[in-house]
């Protein structure tokens, strides 16, 4: 469902609001659930039964989906990395300034193809809800309840921020850090 479309509750907060009791809440759900259930399979049913006695017609199916579906499948790879470090799209790219997007109207979740760090399409992620959920609630109780410094007294100046390709863009030194409660 997507971020716009009613929840359940809030649709049935409208029934309410608007004055619907609740045995005509039920009419309507239960008119929902049986015209939604049995119209779908038994138009699949007689579709399928014509389209056997009619082999004439199953073929010009079968043509056509050959057709649209069995071509040879162009991959198109997008380089989000490529797209990330565009200083035709962005003001210093290779800059960390993450007050860049504060005051902006950018859309993460894959309708500004310059700014796509979780995908776009129906190949997006479907994991989205989830990391945006948890990545900011581990990144901010990290940074809540510890300092951090790094081993041996090193200077941040001097932190290996080297690239390795592996499933996703690792850090190719792992980041090593001492934690000391604030609290
Ligand atoms: C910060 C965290 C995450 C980032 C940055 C991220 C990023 C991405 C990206 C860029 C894609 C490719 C989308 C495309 O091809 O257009 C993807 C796909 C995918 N992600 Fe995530 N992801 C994250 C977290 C997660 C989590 C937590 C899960 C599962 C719980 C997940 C499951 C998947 C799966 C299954 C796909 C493949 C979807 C497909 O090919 O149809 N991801 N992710």
């Not at 009419?27 to 056997?52: F, H, I, P, Q």
């Not at 776009?120 to 989830?130: E, I, L, Q, V």
Request: charged share 25%; glycine share 4%; aromatic share 8%.
């Amino acid at each position: 469902m997507s971020g716009d479309a009613l929840s359940q509750q809030d649709f049935l907060d409208a029934l309410i609001k608007n004055g619907s009791s609740d045995l005509q809440i039920n009419m309507l759900l239960l008119e929902l659930l049986s015209a939604g259930t049995d119209t779908s399979s038994s138009t699949v049913e007689w579709t399928l039964a014509e389209l056997l006695k009619h082999p004439e017609c199953i073929k010009k199916v079968e043509e056509e989906l050959k057709k649209e579906i069995d071509q040879d499948n162009c991959q198109a790879l997008i380089n989000f990395w490529a797209i990330g470090r565009d200083p035709k799209i962005w003001e210093d790219p290779l800059v960390y300034e993450p007050e860049r997007y504060l005051d902006s109207n950018l859309d993460f979740k894959g309708n500004d193809f310059e700014f796509i760090p979780i995908g776009a399409g129906r190949r997006t992620c479907p994991g989205m809800p989830m990391a945006t959920k948890h990545v900011p609630l581990i990144l901010a109780s990290l940074i809540h309840f510890f300092d951090w410094s790094l081993l041996y007294g090193r200077d941040p100046e001097d932190l290996d921020m080297t690239e390795k390709l592996a499933q996703t863009l690792c850090k190719e030194q792992p980041l090593l850090l001492i934690p000391k409660a604030k609290i």
